[in-house]
């Protein structure tokens, strides 16, 4: 039976067009840092940053069309996790952002229509993700997405791409 992702977290709701630098802004990457990172996740955007802080961890986005356009760089999927973010669930990614989140273990999925205006900051979700399909509970309610390719379930179940290339190479190293 294929593996299955498990994600429970407090919702915080966004609108389209999150960018990379509405995430996390430029003059926070020069350092890869995660704690450092998380510091200025949302700094641009104050009133994302304290509806975020307001909730308890750990939290999952629900955002609109086009998450994750902009920058190429993994800093956005890094400060996002290390602020607590364990999942995004959004209309569409961009592809780079979609992914730098495979890469760094942060599930992301793709929102069936209607999710979003269903949801309220700080509802709890629950998000089930397998090669079989998707189901989002919120609210008494379960919402169906497509499933995710067995290798992404894969590689996030164990930490993402860059976590799985780490614990290859310190075999390689016994």
């Given at each position: 039976?294929?593996e299955?992702?498990?994600?429970r977290g407090h919702?915080?709701?966004?609108?389209?067009?999150?960018?990379?630098?509405?995430?996390?802004?430029?003059r926070?990457?020069?350092s890869?840092?995660?704690?450092?990172?998380?510091?200025?996740?949302?700094?641009?955007?104050?009133?994302?940053?304290?509806?975020?802080?307001?909730?308890?961890?750990?939290v999952v986005?629900?955002?609109?069309k086009?998450?994750?356009?902009?920058?190429?760089?993994?800093?956005?999927?890094i400060?996002?996790?290390?602020?607590?973010?364990?999942?995004?669930?959004?209309?569409?990614?961009?592809?780079?952002f979609?992914?730098?989140?495979?890469?760094?273990?942060?599930?992301?999925?793709?929102?069936?229509?209607?999710?979003?205006?269903?949801?309220?900051?700080?509802?709890m979700?629950?998000?089930?993700?397998s090669?079989?399909?998707?189901?989002?509970?919120?609210?008494?309610?379960v919402?169906?997405?497509?499933?995710?390719?067995?290798?992404?379930?894969?590689?996030?179940?164990?930490?993402?791409?860059?976590?799985?290339?780490?614990?290859?190479?310190?075999?390689?190293?016994?």
């Amino acid at each position: 039976m294929p593996e299955e992702l498990h994600v429970r977290g407090h919702a915080l709701v966004l609108g389209d067009s999150v960018d990379t630098d509405t995430i996390i802004p430029a003059r926070f990457l020069h350092s890869t840092d995660p704690e450092y990172l998380a510091s200025g996740v949302f700094g641009n955007t104050p009133e994302i940053r304290r509806r975020l802080d307001s909730l308890p961890r750990p939290v999952v986005i629900v955002a609109g069309k086009g998450f994750g356009y902009g920058s190429s760089r993994e800093h956005a999927v890094i400060a996002l996790r290390a602020a607590g973010v364990a999942a995004v669930v959004a209309e569409s990614f961009h592809r780079i952002f979609y992914r730098n989140a495979v890469n760094n273990g942060l599930l992301v999925v793709e929102s069936p229509r209607g999710l979003r205006g269903q949801v309220r900051d700080g509802d709890m979700i629950e998000i089930r993700a397998s090669p079989l399909g998707t189901t989002i509970h919120v609210g008494g309610r379960v919402f169906k997405a497509p499933g995710l390719p067995e290798m992404v379930v894969r590689l996030l179940a164990a930490g993402g791409l860059r976590q799985v290339l780490r614990q290859l190479a310190a075999r390689g190293h016994e």
